[in-house]
Structures are given as structure tokens and as C-alpha cells.
């Protein structure tokens, strides 16, 4: 355990109140102690490091200067909110951060009167804000909207269209632009060339213009036509351009590191009458410890780590994770079929599109925090011949769902989805949990959704789905590693909607979809030692169910019990739907549906996750023998058992 660091300011400053009692000049050191208390903390909890580094003179200012928890402080995807949680009563709690029952690694409203909003998924804040804004503004309330947005998340489409609809709020609204030059990758597109060449091109703003500048561009509503001409001319709005031009009072590049200037411009955006105002600020990822300013990602996500040394507690060894065993595989694949490409949403190594990349640099695409564009851009590769997949967590591709539905799955379009993340994700949360995507694409035309219950399997659907042009198709994998098996050297194409008998039994039958396989067998291995002989069948596919396999177990067994690691609406919903369809259920059979609950609270490691999810092999038991005790017993017993 590392020694806590000294911080005498920071321990006078519980809330933001007592942080405005300070006279300026303690600012400095009061954002050295906070930046100490951080890596320490972080050292010992992990989570997202380098972002929180790069916002620790932004959040001390913003606090220091505006009004909150009036004014509305709303931070864009929340991963950069740890200095925020210290400064707002929750120093105490925050070397609990991500584990059962501890703190958020994200905003939450439930945790405080300072997270007016809750976050995780990018590019909402300025929406949220301005919906803050605009409702004070109703109310007549005072307090503004703020929102803090970064670079990656500002290549979002859903940025533009808040900034976009903005000017309504008027100096309600002020957009802070965190400019690190990085998202979890360096960042990709337009924008990021665009930003790098305002940072570039102009001077930070210095002191001694600094305040000019600022009341001369917010003392006036409109410029006059010469006034602008002149602006163009001198090439002064280069920086703003593209935000004056969507109603902002653009004012920047600042160094954001820097108190003697984010103060006084802060300052000057909290007295002036015009708005909505965007304020262009630049930091340093990681800033302040040299181990993630000097690591390519920054330490955007660590482990727990040797604060002294950086070093991160990571396992070593063990099975290759599943995004690394997709990516090299379809790097294989396209080795020897030129139609393959692959596209991600600005998570090229979470997605194992990286290690694709390298193999075929000129076929993958990351096109940003972009899910919308990437799964239509996908769908526009597809309808001209290529065989593009889409690698995208499960949880970020519910931002493109309506693209999913409208321009793939409707037109029946040949688009392969690399789902990453299925399921349960450990200590990101209920914000990032893989637990709708079954529901969401097996309810959809067309869509083939198939599951892997283990690494070889994802080699297996991999080829399968490069091979399948008839249509959508979907394959689903936790976030993590294997179960240790050699992958397979020649890639299997999989029958399409055909399941498979993993361990053959006469009493009870398990159909389980996906990575909870190892469990399941588990489960039948428990229950044989009760003398209960029991089926497990490795289903496969969510869509198009096996039916042939799922009526004979369903014929032959006294109880069936359907697993899977996805909400309601999923595998169970389906089979029940066949089995009643069919007029299965008549048999007396009793078929019981185990899931994921819809929203689990805690962030934690994935093993007690399943425990608390309910999805564990002595749940399936107790599943099991609840169902033959049901079905065993009498009609009034079974009476008596409901009204107990
Ligand atoms: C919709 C969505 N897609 C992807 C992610 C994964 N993600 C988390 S942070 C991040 C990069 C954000 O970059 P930026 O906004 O510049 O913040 P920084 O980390 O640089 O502070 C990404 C892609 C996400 N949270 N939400
Ligand atoms: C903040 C964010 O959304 C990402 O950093 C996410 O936490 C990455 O998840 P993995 O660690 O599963 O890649
Ligand atoms: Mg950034």
C-alpha cells in the first residue's frame, strides 16, 4: 500500500463551497494535492487514469468559478470525473471506486447533487446540458448548463446535432472543449485535423490580451459584415469557424493547464450576457505523471498499479483475449479474401480491429465515436460487394440501433457484427453491460444472431460469418479470455441455425447460448452426482433457433432449462415462443429461463458478478430441482406452493 500523500489544502476542501474560500493564488497548490491524491487513489483501485490527469486545473476552475451544484456540470462519458468526485464530497469514498457497492467510475445522478447527469457512453453532455439550460431558463431559475466535452467525443454525430440546436440557450450554456489530441486512440477524421490546426495556428491567447479578446467577441450580439470580413481576413476565427458558424461565441485555444488563464476566461463567460459560448481549452492526457503521459494510451484504462513506478498489476499469461483471437483470425481470413474490411468505433485495440489493421491497413476503418456512421457506412461497403465487420461492443452498438434496423437488417444487407463485450463487463458497470443485444437483433428481420461458447468457437463463427452473403449475421463474445483451448488450426463454417449436444442425458436438458457453456457443464455435472442424468446443448444460435434439437430435448426431457447471458427477451423468449407455438408446452414440460436480471447496481469483478446475476452452476441447479419439484408435485401442492 502506497503512503497517502500529504495534501493540507485538499483536506480543508470537502465541497466546492469550501474550494471558493480559498484565495486564487492557493489554487496551484490545491490542483497539485488533488492530482497526488488521484494517482494515488487510482494506483490502488484502477480505472480510467489519463483523462481524470488531463481535467485536474479544468475541474478545480470550473468549481472555483461557477456556481455548482446550481450550475449544471455535465461531463462528457464521466471517465475524467474522478478529480470532480474529490472535490465534491466524495474524497472519502474514492478508493472504492468500481467495486460492489463503492463509487461509480462514471457520473451518476444517484451518487450526488454534483452529477446532475449520469454518463458513460459519449457526446451526450451537450444535449443533457442544454436540456438543463433550457429548463432553468423556463423556470426561471438561475444556473447555467455546462458541459465538458473531449476531443474523440466531440466526432460523435449526436454533438453537432445539440450544438446545433444551442443558440436557443443563450449564455445559459457554455460548452467546454477538452482538446487533448486523443480519444482511447489517437483520434481519427476531420475534426481532430481541424482542432489540431486551431491549436496550431494560433498563439495560446495570452494574459495580456487574453480579457480584450474575450469582451471585445462577447460585448457584441452580431458583427457587423466589415467587422467579420476583417476577422476572416486576419485569420483570427480559423479557430472557431466551424462552432461560430452553429451560433457559439467560439474563445480559445487555451492551455488548460494553466490557471492564470482558465480563470479569468471562466470568469468572463460567467458575466457575460452572450452565449451559448464554446471554450476551446487544451490538455495534456495523463498530464502531471510521467508514466501515462509517456505511455502511448496515456493510461486511459489501467490496472492497479506501483504508483512509484507505474508498473501495472496486470495478469500475465493465460489465454489470448477474445478481441485479440477475432482480430487475428479475420486477419487470416483476408489474407486470402480481398472483400474482407473491418471497421471500428474508435476502439481499435478493445475490439482486436488493431491487430487487423496491421495485416491489412488499407481494409480497416475506424471511423470514430461514430457507431451511427460506422454500422451505415458498413451497410454501404456491403450493398457493393465487400464483406464488412463491424466490430463493436455490444453496449455501443445499441447507439446504432436504428442504422442495425433501417439500413441492414431491412434491406437484407450483408453486414457481419463482431460483438464484443456480451454480457456482464466487470467493473464498467451497468452503463456498459452487454446484457440487450440478443434481444435487440434476434427480434429483427433477416438477422442471424449465433454466440460463442468459448475461443475456438469465435475462430469458428468468425469464418462462418465471412462466409454467410445472404445476409445480417451477428456473433456475440464476453469481454476477456478464452477457457485455454488451441485454436483451431482450420476454421469450421458452421451450419447455420444448427445447435450442437456437448453431453448427452435422459432427465433434464440445459440449452445454453453462448460463454456460460463452462457453467453449465458444471451444473450437469452436479446434478448427475443428485442422479439426475442431464443434456447440456450448446445452442449456438439465438436466431435462427434449432428447432429440430430444441423439440426433441423438449420431447424427451422432464425439465429444459434455456441459459444465456442476456436480458429477457432473448434465447428464452424464443424458445418459450416456439415451445408454445408448437404446442410444446402442453406436454406438461416446465420450462424454466435463465438471464441476466435487466440492470445489476455494482461494479465488480466479473466472477461475483455472475453470483449476483444469478447465473452461476448451483443456480442452474436450484433452477432445475425447483422445476421437478413443481413438476412433481400435486396440483394442490402446487397450489399450496404458489400461495406460500
Ligand atoms: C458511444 C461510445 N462509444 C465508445 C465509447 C468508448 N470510449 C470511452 S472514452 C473514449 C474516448 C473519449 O475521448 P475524449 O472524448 O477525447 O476523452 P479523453 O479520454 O481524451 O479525455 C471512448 C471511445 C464510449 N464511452 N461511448
Ligand atoms: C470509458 C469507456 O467507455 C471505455 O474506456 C471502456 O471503459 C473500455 O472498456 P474495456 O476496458 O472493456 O475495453
Ligand atoms: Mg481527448
Known amino acids: 500500500m502506497s503512503t497517502p500523500p500529504k495534501t493540507p489544502l485538499l ?26 491524491e488521484m494517482i494515488d487513489a487510482v494506483g490502488q483501485t484502477g480505472g480510467h487514469l489519463g483523462s481524470g490527469l488531463g481535467v485536474v486545473e479544468l475541474t478545480t476552475a470550473i468549481h472555483y468559478v461557477f456556481d455548482t451544484p446550481d450550475d449544471k456540470l455535465v461531463w462528457d462519458v464521466g471517465h475524467q470525473c474522478y478529480p470532480h468526485k474529490i472535490l465534491t464530497g466524495r474524497r472519502d469514498r474514492i478508493r472504492t471506486l468500481r467495486q460492489g457497492g463503492g463509487l461509480s467510475g462514471f457520473t451518476k445522478r444517484s451518487e450526488s447533487e454534483y452529477d446532475p447527469f449520469g454518463a458513460a457512453h459519449s457526446s451526450t453532455s451537450i444535449s443533457a446540458a442544454l436540456g438543463f439550460a433550457m429548463a432553468n431558463k423556463m423556470q426561471g431559475k438561475p444556473g447555467r448548463g455546462i458541459a465538458v466535452i473531449g476531443d474523440g467525443a466531440m466526432s460523435a454525430g449526436m454533438a453537432y446535432e445539440a450544438m446545433n440546436n ?68 486576419r485569420g483570427m476565427v480559423t479557430g472557431g469557424t466551424l462552432f461560430e458558424e452553429l451560433g457559439f461565441y467560439y474563445v480559445g485555444p487555451i492551455d488548460g493547464h494553466n490557471l492564470d488563464h482558465l480563470i ?61 483471437v477475432f482480430g487475428d483470425t479475420l486477419a487470416k481470413l483476408a489474407d486470402t479474401d480481398p472483400r474482407i474490411c473491418a471497421i471500428t468505433a474508435a476502439m481499435p485495440s478493445g475490439t482486436g480491429v488493431d491487430r487487423f489493421a496491421k ?19 458498413a451497410a454501404g461497403l456491403a450493398a457493393q460487394g465487400m464483406r464488412p465487420f463491424a466490430a463493436i461492443y455490444s453496449t455501443f452498438l445499441q447507439r446504432a440501433y436504428d442504422q442495425v434496423v433501417h439500413d441492414v437488417a431491412i434491406q437484407n444487407l450483408p453486414v457481419r457484427f463482431a460483438i464484443d463485450r456480451a454480457g456482464l463487463v466487470g467493473a464498467d458497470g451497468c452503463t456498459h453491460a452487454g446484457s440487450f443485444d440478443i434481444t435487440y437483433l434476434a427480434t429483427l428481420p433477416n438477422m442471424v444472431v449465433m454466440a460463442a461458447a468459448d475461443e475456438a468457437e469465435l475462430v469458428h463463427m468468425t469464418y462462418t460469418a465471412a462466409e454467410y452473403d445472404d445476409g445480417p ?66 445452442l449456438r444460435f439465438a436466431k435462427p433457433l434449432d428447432t429440430d434439437l430444441i423439440e426433441k430435448l423438449l420431447r424427451s426431457h422432464e425439465v429444459v432449462v ?83
Not at 486523443?182 to 495580456?208: C, D, N, W
Not at 452572450?274 to 493510461?299: C, F, Q, W
Not at 442476456?566 to 414440460?589: K, N, P, Q, R, W
Not at 432445475?624 to 399450496?640: C, G, I, M, P
Open 11 to 36: 483536506d480543508t476542501v470537502d465541497t466546492p463551497a469550501d474550494l471558493r474560500k480559498l484565495d486564487r493564488s492557493q489554487l496551484r497548490q490545491l490542483a497539485d494535492e488533488l492530482r497526488a
Open 166 to 233: 444551442a443558440e436557443q440557450a443563450g449564455n445559459r450554456l457554455v460548452v467546454i472543449l477538452n482538446d487533448n489530441d486523443m480519444s482511447i486512440a489517437p483520434p481519427v477524421g476531420g475534426l481532430s485535423a481541424y482542432l489540431a490546426r486551431t491549436v496550431s495556428s494560433s498563439e495560446y491567447l495570452h494574459l495580456r490580451h487574453l480579457a480584450s479578446r474575450i469582451s471585445k467577441k462577447l460585448s457584441r450580439r452580431v458583427w457587423s459584415g466589415l467587422e467579420k470580413a476583417e476577422e476572416y481576413a
Open 264 to 324: 479569468p476566461v471562466l470568469e468572463n463567460v460567467r458575466d457575460s450576457e452572450d452565449g451559448p459560448v464554446l471554450i476551446h481549452v487544451v490538455t495534456k492526457k495523463g498530464k502531471g505523471y510521467a508514466p501515462a503521459e509517456n505511455s502511448a494510451d496515456k493510461y486511459h484504462g489501467v490496472a492497479k498499479f506501483d504508483v512509484i513506478t507505474g508498473e501495472q498489476k496486470k495478469s500475465s499469461g493465460g489465454p489470448p483475449a477474445y478481441q485479440n
Open 359 to 377: 495485416a491489412h491497413p488499407d481494409r480497416a476503418f475506424d471511423v470514430g465515436i461514430a457507431e451511427q456512421h460506422g454500422v451505415t457506412f
Open 473 to 538: 449475421i451477428a456473433f456475440r463474445y464476453p469481454r476477456g479470455a478464452g477457457i485455454g483451448l488451441d485454436l483451431p488450426e482450420t476454421p469450421q463454417k458452421l451450419e447455420i441455425g444448427k445447435g450442437r449436444i456437448v453431453r448427452e442425458g435422459t432427465k433434464v436438458a440445459i440449452l445454453s447460448l453462448g460463454a456460460r457453456l463452462e457453467e453449465a457443464r458444471k451444473a450437469a455435472d452436479l446434478l448427475e452426482a443428485k442422479g439426475l442424468s442431464t443434456t447440456v446443448a450448446d
Open 562 to 644: 434455456t441459459v444465456e447471458e442476456g436480458a429477457v427477451g432473448g434465447l428464452g423468449a424464443h424458445v418459450l415462443t416456439f415451445a408454445s407455438d408448437e404446442g410444446l408446452t402442453d406436454a406438461g414440460l416446465k420450462i424454466r429461463t435463465m438471464r441476466l436480471p435487466d440492470i445489476y447496481q455494482d461494479h465488480d469483478d466479473p466472477m461475483k458478478q455472475y453470483d449476483e446475476a444469478g447465473l452461476n452452476a448451483p443456480h442452474i441447479v436450484d433452477t432445475v430441482l425447483k422445476a421437478l419439484r413443481h413438476n412433481s408435485a400435486s396440483e394442490n401442492e402446487r397450489v399450496e406452493e404458489v400461495r406460500a
